[in-house]
């Protein structure tokens, strides 16, 4: 059974610090990778998706690698700004089974200006 | 928002009562889905659609049943709400299997069962 890990599960930084969120998953045989930021009492808005074959993405100040013998991905974003304040999840789509994201249970982010 | 619409926003209900969720996409995608948030459990998918009348069951499905007799309209059904049910529930889209193609999610509803 996949299991998805975000760990630290809150994180606190100064603006403008550059940072590493972490996600790591059990079973490596996976399709792709996404991740997501959730604003408090809103849904989910897709930020980045790479595929089991890349090793990274990147849009803006965003940059997702994906290491996938290892079960590990990492989102880092650049010169953080307090609008980056939010929770991040990553999700899992696994290999074989059905159209199942597996999600952890998120990093909520907090940029102090 | 990906033109997704989930209603009612909030609702509350009472223990054994039905209750009917709505997701509805102005996107023309294929593949849509129902998630729950729960704290500690993330999210985790109840069933979804592949197209119209077609669905699957999800993770967590049991005391839960779909419908998508319409492209863009995808029902959730609580046969019988129980206190355990009361969650968000999150809608999502994709244009077709998420192998390729990354999901987008509506608003959420928050459901109370008391």
């Known amino acids: 059974k996949q299991e998805v890990t975000q760990i630290p599960a809150a994180l606190s930084v100064p603006e403008g610090e550059n940072l590493v969120l972490n996600c790591s998953f059990t079973?490596?045989?996976?399709?792709?990778l996404q991740w997501f930021r959730q604003d408090p009492g809103k849904g989910l808005t897709s930020l980045l998706l790479?595929?089991?074959?890349?090793r990274e993405q990147t849009s803006g100040r965003l940059n997702a690698s994906l290491d996938k013998s290892s079960g590990r991905s990492t989102l880092y974003i650049a010169a953080s700004q307090p609008g980056d304040s939010a929770t991040y999840l990553c999700?899992?789509?696994?290999?074989?089974?059905?159209?199942?994201?597996?999600f952890g249970t998120g990093t909520r982010l907090t940029i102090i200006p | 928002d990906a033109g997704i619409t989930q209603s009612p926003r909030h609702k509350v209900t009472e223990t054994g009562t039905p209750v009917t969720l709505r997701c509805h996409q102005t996107?023309?995608?294929?593949?849509m889905y129902w998630y729950r948030q729960d704290p500690g459990h993330g999210l985790r998918l109840i069933h979804y659609?592949?197209?119209?009348?077609?669905?699957d069951k999800g993770e967590v499905s049991d005391g839960y049943s779909v419908s998508r007799s319409k492209t863009e309209d995808f029902l959730l059904t609580l046969e019988s709400a129980t206190s355990s049910q009361t969650s968000v529930y999150f809608c999502?889209?994709?244009?077709?299997?998420?192998?390729?193609?990354?999901?987008?999610f509506g608003q959420g509803t928050r459901l109370t069962v008391v």
């Open positions: 999700a899992v789509l696994s290999a074989g089974g059905n159209e199942k994201l597996t």
């Open positions: 996107e023309n995608h294929r593949y």
């Open positions: 999502a889209i994709s244009e077709s299997s998420q192998r390729n193609t990354e999901a987008f």
């Open positions: 790479i595929q089991s074959s890349q």
């Open positions: 079973d490596s045989a996976i399709y792709n």
């Open positions: 659609s592949y197209g119209v009348k077609d669905t």
